[in-house]
């Protein structure tokens, strides 16, 4: 069966239990209650990548692919690479490279029922982020790929956006988690504390058992041949 049709095919959403029925605002609800934004930050979103935009994704190693298909049902995907791995085409287009994952390609079925994709540009220390938004779509368009090489790998396929906006978003949401603070750094030790790092990657990756040494040179091994 090919891609395509198992995306047609794609299993319906599970009943639900009953869940607690809060009170839902619709826009003007929401307006009530937040205002409308300062004319100042709705003339920040443009259809173009300026200059500001494009120094933002030289130097970003990291962003959030965020995909929906004809239903409905969203997927959010994070992508990294070395600063500088999406490549900016022109002022209205991008692309990024696809490396090897676990080929579950939830944000490429999604992008074949419906292009429309949202991604988040972080640079590690900065508080602000960058928004680009725009229609995206899969090639293997040889001369395209040529040009995301890392360690003497090619990348498999490369995401292309046409890109329709774009605009810096505020460091609020940084600075109140204390994102790049390192003093929450201690955070994954507090997360993986009973589970441990192998659990998760047993979980991800279907790991063997083995003694402690074992699982960290597999762990290890699997990160430089598989990503």
Known sequence: MSEVTHVATRTARPQRPARPA????????????????????????VPTIGETARRFIAHSPFLSLATCDREGRADCSPRGDGPGFVKVLDERTIAL???????????????????????????????????????????????????????????????????NEVYLHCGKALIRSGMWDPRWQSLADDMTRGIGVFSLMEIEKGAPHGTSSEIDDWIEDAYVKEL
């Open 97 to 163: 490279p696809d490396r090897t994952g676990n080929n579950l390609v939830q944000s490429f079925r999604n992008i074949l029922q419906n292009p429309a994709v949202g991604t988040l540009f972080f640079i590690p220390g900065l508080r602000e982020t960058l928004r680009v938004n725009g229609d995206a779509y899969v090639t293997d368009d040889a001369e395209l790929l040529s040009r995301f090489t890392a360690d003497g790998r090619r990348a498999k396929l490369a995401l292309v956006i046409d890109v």
């Open 22 to 45: 809060f009170n839902r605002l619709d826009l003007d609800g929401i307006r009530a209650v937040l205002g409308f934004p300062h004319e100042t930050t709705e003339a920040k979103v």
